[in-house]
């Protein structure tokens, strides 16, 4: 959070201020570049289990969805069997989805293979952005894309790699949310903060 401004000062975007859940996950996470493997694939695969969903469905769920599938760390998912997608199956806690169950497993080998050709998910994923986030400048949120020839490209590249649940629209919500663009509206308080 901005240091100089006091919470009830703080400006959002306007999608951030509908629920506390999504205020706080606004300021303390959407935007902000992450590098870091496991974080990278996680929002990977909880951005495939929001497609026709809300993200403030995933959100609320966030916490069981974390418990269920081993806090998404792709080498304990690729050890699911049938028998573990029939256990996540029954949970009611999760997006009980098997489509996406299952995606989640074999985007996990997918994983390994961007990793064992790229070096990192981080270097692959980054690279369709020259390493460094794309900045907008959108004055309201009806400007803001719901995708882009970027993650047109991205999507179509992990598909050919084997992941699913990646459309271009679902690629464009993770490069928001994991800063490899920066589409904080220019009257939000968290703009400027990378």
Same mark, same amino acid.
Request: aromatic residues 10%.
């Given at each position: 959070?901005?240091?100089?401004?006091?919470?009830?000062?703080?400006?959002?975007?306007?999608?951030?201020?509908?629920?506390?859940?999504?205020?706080?996950?606004?300021?303390?996470?959407?935007?902000?570049?992450?590098?870091?493997?496991?974080?990278?694939?996680?929002?990977?695969?909880?951005?495939?289990?929001?497609?026709?969903?809300?993200?403030?469905?995933?959100?609320?769920?966030?916490?069981?969805?974390?418990?269920?599938?081993?806090?998404?760390?792709?080498?304990?998912?690729?050890?699911?069997?049938?028998?573990?997608?029939?256990?996540?199956?029954?949970?009611?806690?999760?997006?009980?989805?098997?489509?996406?169950?299952?995606?989640?497993?074999?985007?996990?080998?997918?994983?390994?293979?961007?990793?064992?050709?790229?070096?990192?998910?981080?270097?692959?994923?980054?690279?369709?952005?020259?390493?460094?986030?794309?900045?907008?400048?959108?004055? %309201?949120?009806?400007?803001?894309?719901?995708?882009?020839?970027?993650?047109?490209?991205?999507?179509?590249?992990?598909?050919?790699?084997?992941?699913?649940?990646?459309? %271009?629209?679902?690629?464009?919500?993770?490069?928001?949310?994991?800063?490899?663009?920066?589409?904080?509206?220019?009257?939000?308080?968290?703009?400027?903060?990378?």
């Amino acid at each position: 959070m901005p240091n100089e401004l006091k919470r009830n000062e703080l400006k959002r975007c306007d999608w951030a201020v509908r629920s506390k859940l999504e205020q706080e996950y606004h300021d303390q996470e959407w935007g902000i570049p992450v590098h870091d493997d496991k974080k990278l694939f996680k929002m990977l695969i909880l951005e495939g289990k929001q497609a026709g969903l809300s993200w403030a469905t995933i959100l609320a769920k966030m916490d069981t969805l974390c418990r269920a599938f081993d806090d998404f760390d792709p080498a304990i998912l690729v050890t699911y069997d049938q028998a573990k997608v029939e256990e996540l199956l029954q949970n009611n806690g999760i997006i009980k989805n098997r489509q996406k169950v299952n995606a989640a497993i074999s985007n996990a080998k997918a994983y390994f293979t961007i990793c064992e050709q790229f070096g990192s998910l981080d270097n692959y994923l980054w690279s369709f952005v020259d390493h460094k986030p794309i900045v907008n400048s959108w004055l %309201t949120l009806e400007q803001v894309p719901s995708s882009t020839s970027v993650s047109d490209a991205i999507s179509k590249d992990l598909k050919k790699h084997g992941f699913k649940f990646v459309g %271009t629209t679902t690629i464009y919500a993770f490069m928001q949310g994991v800063g490899m663009v920066n589409d904080h509206l220019v009257s939000c308080s968290f703009y400027e903060r990378n």
